[in-house]
C-alpha cells in the first residue's frame, strides 16, 4: 500500500495534477503542494471551505462552481468546471477542475474525488466538455481506486 501511495504522489507530482480532499463535518481541506501553488498558496497555508469560496474563487465564479458540483453530485454524474483565481501578485488565473462522487448502495454520498486537470492558465482557455462517455469512464476509474469525502454546502 505505501509503494502504491508513493507512486500516486510521483504521478500527480510529474504530470503537476493536483488534488484536494474536504472533509464535510470540519470544512478542512487536504490538498497536494500542487495544487496549492495553483492556487497561489504556499506549501504551508491552511485549505478551509470557506476560504477556498470566500476568498479564492473570484466572485462571479462561486455560485456557478457550487452549482455544477451540487448538480453533479445530486445525479451521481461526475462534474467538469471551470473557476478563476486571484493570486497576491494580483493575477488571476483560470483552473479547470473535475470531480466525482462515490455513493453507498442507498444512494448517500461517502466521498468526491477532485482534480485539477490542466495548468492555471491567464486567459480563459476553450476546454472540451467533458461529457464524453471515455472522460466518463476515466472519472469512474479514478473514483474507484480513492476513497476522499466531500460536501459542498452553501453558505447560510
Same mark, same amino acid.
Given at each position: 500500500?505505501?509503494?502504491? /501511495?508513493?507512486?500516486?504522489?510521483?504521478?500527480?507530482?510529474? #504530470?503537476?495534477?493536483?488534488?484536494?480532499?474536504?472533509?464535510?463535518?470540519?470544512?478542512?481541506?487536504?490538498?497536494?503542494? /500542487?495544487?496549492?501553488?495553483?492556487?497561489? =498558496?504556499?506549501?504551508? +497555508?491552511?485549505?478551509?471551505?470557506?476560504?477556498?469560496?470566500?476568498?479564492?474563487?473570484?466572485?462571479? &465564479?462561486?455560485?456557478?462552481?457550487?452549482?455544477?458540483?451540487? /448538480?453533479?453530485?445530486?445525479?451521481? &454524474?461526475?462534474?467538469?468546471?471551470?473557476?478563476?483565481?486571484?493570486?497576491?501578485?494580483?493575477? %488571476?488565473?483560470?483552473?479547470?477542475?473535475?470531480?466525482?462522487?462515490?455513493? =453507498?448502495? &442507498?444512494?448517500?454520498?461517502?466521498?468526491? %474525488?477532485?482534480?485539477? +486537470?490542466?495548468?492555471?492558465?491567464?486567459?480563459?482557455?476553450?476546454? +472540451?466538455?467533458?461529457?464524453?462517455?471515455?472522460?466518463?469512464?476515466?472519472?469512474? #476509474?479514478?473514483?474507484?481506486? =480513492?476513497?476522499?469525502?466531500?460536501? %459542498? #454546502? +452553501?453558505?447560510?
Amino acid at each position: 500500500m505505501r509503494d502504491h /501511495q508513493e507512486r500516486f504522489q510521483l504521478a500527480l507530482t510529474f #504530470s503537476q495534477l493536483g488534488a484536494w480532499e474536504m472533509d464535510s463535518a470540519t470544512g478542512m481541506i487536504e490538498c497536494t503542494d /500542487q495544487y496549492k501553488a495553483n492556487l497561489g =498558496l504556499g506549501e504551508t +497555508s491552511v485549505l478551509t471551505e470557506q476560504r477556498l469560496f470566500d476568498e479564492i474563487v473570484h466572485p462571479d &465564479d462561486r455560485v456557478r462552481l457550487r452549482d455544477a458540483i451540487n /448538480q453533479a453530485l445530486a445525479g451521481h &454524474d461526475h462534474f467538469e468546471v471551470d473557476y478563476r483565481v486571484g493570486w497576491a501578485s494580483g493575477s %488571476i488565473r483560470w483552473i479547470l477542475v473535475r470531480g466525482v462522487g462515490r455513493y =453507498l448502495p &442507498d444512494g448517500e454520498l461517502t466521498s468526491i %474525488i477532485v482534480l485539477r +486537470s490542466t495548468s492555471p492558465c491567464a486567459r480563459r482557455p476553450n476546454w +472540451s466538455s467533458g461529457k464524453s462517455p471515455h472522460r466518463r469512464n476515466a472519472h469512474a #476509474s479514478i473514483a474507484s481506486g =480513492l476513497q476522499w469525502r466531500w460536501t %459542498i #454546502s +452553501s453558505p447560510p
